[in-house]
């Protein structure tokens, strides 16, 4: 099991620049695609552990490199090495209709919206991420419907 008081340390000794975010849409099957480029350094980590719920994770790069990942139900762990740059996340998710977190589909007037709720740990279930409030980042999120 995870030490809480490592993870934190460990995070507040990396440096959490930005995420770049490509999303391509299916509305029609309430999933998404998505590219993520979560730019860092990381002096003191071999593996880094990622927040991600319910996605699938398709591939990861560091500064372009494809680099082994191992994913369980709650985590992307990242074979990194220590690097200062870009991580790069290839990855799946769905639309819930029935978790009104993460990403879900609600009802609008005749119709629905699809909206997001990440407070205070949720942004894991859209999008592979570093999910803790003290680790705050710029993010630039580009969507294709």
Do not use: W
């Amino acid at each position: 099991m995870e030490n809480p008081l490592i993870r934190l340390t460990l995070y507040l000794l990396m440096k959490l620049d930005r995420y770049e975010i490509f999303l391509d849409f299916d509305f029609k099957n309430a999933k998404y695609k998505g590219i993520e480029k979560i730019y860092l350094e990381n002096d003191e980590q071999e593996v880094l552990s990622i927040d991600a719920v319910d996605l699938k994770i398709n591939s990861v790069k560091v500064n372009g490199k494809e680099v082994e990942y191992s994913q369980s139900e709650n985590k992307l762990n990242v074979k990194s090495g220590k690097f200062s740059g870009e991580l790069e996340i290839e990855f799946e998710g769905i639309v819930s209709d029935t978790h009104l977190v993460g990403i879900y589909k609600a009802k609008y007037d005749q119709s629905y919206i699809v909206t997001t709720q990440f407070e205070a740990s949720h942004a894991r279930r859209f999008i592979p991420c570093f999910d803790v409030p003290y680790m705050k980042a710029r993010f630039k999120l580009f969507v294709r419907v």
